[in-house]
């Protein structure tokens, strides 16, 4: 699953340092190319290349990864911009894959949880109805 926050904020850091696609490859010792990947969610970068980064960039993994950073209207007004995770963690239990679930999804589950059987079995049957048509 490709993580498109990480793309944006690689390309977002990158803009904010003034620096090229190509300075960033040579930092990590990779082609331009492979660096544009990472942009493009084409590719993730290694965990030595996101620590690496993270560290650059004076950013946690966590917001380098996940989270939404800063806008840069709120940075130079001086105001303090709260990091927020759009995505929370979880596991396929039957891939045993990591997925990340928006709070819009994490919301829906969560009431889902709340329903009656009966609910339950109409809503999965509606969703699976439409997944099918592809709709």
Do not use: W
């Not at 803009?15 to 960033?24: E, P, R, S, V």
């Not at 806008?71 to 995505?87: F, R, T």
């Not at 009966?118 to 969703?127: A, D, P, R």
């Amino acid at each position: 699953m490709p993580n498109i926050q990480l793309a944006n904020n690689l390309r977002y850091l990158r803009k904010q340092k003034n620096l090229t696609q190509k300075d960033l490859s040579e930092m990590l010792n990779i082609s331009r190319q492979a660096y544009s990947n990472y942009e493009t969610s084409k590719r993730t970068p290694d965990l030595d290349s996101l620590l690496y980064l993270a560290g650059f960039y004076n950013v946690n993994l966590d917001g380098l990864v996940l989270g939404c950073l800063p806008s840069p209207d709120l940075a130079a007004a001086g105001s303090i911009a709260e990091q927020k995770i759009p995505y929370t963690l979880s596991i396929d239990k039957n891939t045993g894959n990591s997925i990340y679930l928006t709070e819009e999804e994490l919301d829906i589950i969560t009431k889902l949880r709340t329903l009656s059987r009966e609910h339950k079995q109409l809503i999965t049957g509606f969703i699976n109805d439409n997944v099918k048509s592809g709709a």
